[in-house]
């Protein structure tokens, strides 16, 4: 069944076209890659996806919903989260704080509590630094504290943009790992990537962006 | 100079400074949560506090009150005085952001469009009570709003009285009340940033907000509430100020506001901690300046200490918090 779908999508800044019309669709359980070089317009694309950039025309459906005009913050609650590219960790925050902020639009405590559990056994490393600041962790750390505040929101698709960006070789291959796990447990993943190989190994389908084409 | 008269009663001088800026601390509040959310200096919140002194005014006006009333109706005129005045301060706070600024917001407008749209509402704000209210409300307050651009008396809700004297400081009831007043209402706002799920929303969109945004973040009602509540801390001073000084004007906010403004920035703007130890700080320093030299020199003694301290620590005293390190 399809979770998400793009119909010619296309985003401009100011009077620059950074999307041209791309169309792509995710199915429920797969993980899909996007690929391509810098300045392909991937980023562009998450951000139309999660809302933080309006479309200058096509239509963005999830879960059979038309939710190209939807506000950034209402597409969390129906489901949409994303872990940005430069992992975006709110450094004045713990990280307690900051995975209580990817549950921000819940109330419902116990489902909460689980899926912290389940974030914390997925990145031990987070468990141990639980009071420290978002800002003081290492790359590789404050990479896997975005994802699991991703996580927190139980999305029913989670975007993942260039999960791999400046990390140590080791630290990518625990990531793409914890990524295929996280596919496993039952959450659909768009994965953004500059990293081809390692992104398309892990992947059952793959879309590559040539300049604002798909 | 009168060193011997600063020394000899430090204790004294101390105490005014903090009952002084305890006043400028709750009103930097406003400017330091506006700032920190959205890099706007909002130069209208000094009428924002003008406002709310207002509200005071014509409240007692009208609930009648004489001075001295007896205590239990002091506490009840003080009490209603607050709630009134955050109504009024906070919902002025609310409406310039939501007239003023959200449209600019829409639009893109640069940073200079919002300074010069704050400096021009703060005048619109300053004439209108001058000149439009006293005609509107003229007949019901007489005695009152009778001759425009005039200090208008309130009532004397608590007659200062010296409260206890700890070696030769005296410590007044009104300085009391003051400084636990806004201590109090600062230690709330404070409980609400860091330790409230709204709060984290707050410190969110300081910190990132697009980030905030993909968190589900509303960052339209974040920057609704800090108007709020920035301006409900400025009624609560114009509340503290009534109490203490009795008299309004409709340009009291501009001086009050430019100090405030101060504390907020010597404190580290963006810093809630910050804007209370500024405000206390330039209060303090006010004092002992005019005692030093003259009263009017209180003003000198408080921007040149506020340029020194900026040339040795230019994020202020305690640098910034809400927002730290955005990105």
């Known amino acids: 069944m399809t979770l998400l779908e793009l119909e010619n999508v296309a985003v401009t800044y100011g009077r620059i076209e950074a999307l041209h019309g791309i169309s792509l669709t995710v199915n429920e359980g797969e993980v899909v890659a996007l690929i391509g070089a810098n300045g392909a317009g991937k980023t562009t694309t998450m951000r139309a996806i999660s809302g933080t950039r309006s479309l200058a025309s096509g239509k963005i459906t999830f879960n059979g919903e038309d939710i190209s005009k939807l506000r950034a913050d209402l597409r969390v609650v129906r489901g949409l989260c994303q872990s940005p590219e430069g992992r975006q960790i709110f450094p004045g925050m713990t990280v307690m704080e900051n995975l209580d902020m990817g549950a921000y639009t819940r109330r419902d405590s116990a489902g909460i509590a689980a899926d912290l559990d389940r974030v914390l056994t997925l990145f031990p490393r987070l468990a141990e630094r639980r009071k420290q600041a978002g800002g003081t962790l290492s790359g590789g750390e404050q990479q896997m504290l975005a994802v699991g505040r991703a996580l927190m929101s139980r999305p029913k698709l989670l975007l993942l943009d260039e999960p791999s960006m400046g990390l140590a070789p080791l630290v990518i291959r625990q990531i793409f790992d914890i990524i295929t796990e996280i596919n496993q447990q039952g959450t659909t993943i768009l994965l953004v990537e500059q990293n081809a190989q390692q992104a398309l190994s892990r992947a059952h389908r793959g879309y590559v962006l040539e300049t604002g084409r798909s | ?327």
């Open chain 2, 1 to 327: 100079m009168h060193f011997d008269e600063l020394i000899g009663h430090l204790g004294q001088h101390t105490v005014d400074g903090l009952s002084k800026g305890a006043i400028y601390a709750l009103i930097a509040l406003g400017y330091t949560l506006v700032y920190g959310v959205l890099r706007l200096i909002n130069f209208a919140h000094s009428e924002v506090f003008m406002v709310g002194t207002f509200a005071v005014l014509i409240l007692w006006n009208q609930l009648g009150v004489e001075n001295n009333p007896p205590v239990g109706q002091a506490i009840l005129f003080l009490v209603l005085g607050l709630v009134v005045a955050a109504a009024a301060s906070g919902g002025t706070a609310l409406a310039l952001e939501r007239v003023a600024y959200r449209p600019l917001r829409r639009k893109n407008a640069p940073p200079l469009i919002f300074l010069i749209t704050a400096i021009g509402l703060s005048l619109v704000f300053v004439e209108l009570f001058g000149q439009v209210l006293p005609k509107l409300l003229g007949g019901a307050l007489p005695d009152v709003f009778g001759r425009p651009r005039q200090i208008v008396g309130m009532p004397t809700i608590i007659q200062q009285e010296t409260l206890f004297t700890i070696g030769n400081t005296a410590i007044t009831n009104i300085q009391l009340i003051v400084f636990i007043a806004a201590v109090a209402m600062m230690a709330l706002l404070d409980w609400f940033i860091n330790r409230t799920r709204y709060g984290r929303g707050v410190r969110a969109v300081a910190q990132n907000p697009e980030t905030a945004a993909l968190m589900g973040v509303n960052q339209e009602r974040v920057i609704m509430l800090i108007f709020v509540l920035g301006g409900i801390m400025a009624g609560a001073a114009a509340l503290l100020w009534s109490m203490r000084f009795g008299f309004t004007q409709n340009s009291i906010g501009f001086v009050l506001g430019l100090k405030a403004f101060t504390a907020a920035v010597l404190g580290g703007i963006g810093n809630l901690r910050g804007a209370l130890l500024g405000g206390l700080f330039l209060g303090i320093v006010e004092v002992y300046g005019a005692t030093l030299f003259a009263s009017n020199w209180e003003d000198v003694i408080a921007f040149v200490v506020l340029i020194v301290v900026l040339m040795f620590r230019p994020t202020g005293l305690l640098g910034e918090s809400l927002g730290r390190a955005r990105a």
